[in-house]
């Protein structure tokens, strides 16, 4: 960290006083500040290139801190994931099942290493068996039970592939 300029006021009897001095048709001004109480820091290229340096650091670190939140955000964005309802519908008779479905994915993927658990909300008409994750893209995939039932609800949590 750079040393603090400290910036003082020149403190003096008479801060607006100038003296004239007359050549003849030229006129110079010359201050005449009377008794200098406090010398002030004087504005030199050392001292503002001092506050320019600090400017650019600040700059600088607020543009990191600004990277790094926003990457965080995208880490926390595939921690949380999403959640995705849906109802799939089987006409077939068991062991036959035609419940397949596609699910889009409200926020797409970076990559398709991204996971899917699957709750089953409600079901009709026999039984779920399992579920089947198929043909993972960066923006959806392919859901089906292996069940007998006609209807079931699910509620899918994706996280991951952010």
């Not at 406090?38 to 001092?50: D, L, M, R, W, Y």
Request: hydrophobic share 35%; proline share 3%.
């Amino acid at each position: 960290m750079r040393d603090l300029v400290g910036w003082k006021d020149q403190v003096c009897e008479f801060p607006n006083r100038f003296k004239h001095n007359v050549d003849g048709d030229k006129v110079t001004l010359e201050r005449d500040p009377g008794t200098v109480k406090q010398q002030g820091t004087p504005q030199n290229a050392t001292n503002f290139n001092t506050m320019d340096l600090a400017a650019l650091e600040a700059m600088l670190m607020a543009s990191e801190a600004t990277r790094m939140l926003l990457r965080q955000d995208e880490e926390l964005k595939g921690i949380t994931g999403e959640v995705i309802e849906a109802t799939l519908t089987n006409s077939q008779v068991y062991p036959h099942n035609n419940s397949t479905q596609t699910l889009k994915l409200v926020t797409p993927r970076n990559t398709k290493d991204y996971t899917v658990t699957v709750e089953a909300v409600s079901v009709t008409g026999g039984a779920v068996g399992e579920f089947e994750i198929t043909d993972k893209l960066l923006n959806g995939f392919k859901i089906k039970y292996t069940g007998s039932a006609t209807k079931v609800v699910v509620r899918c949590y994706v996280r991951g592939g952010i």
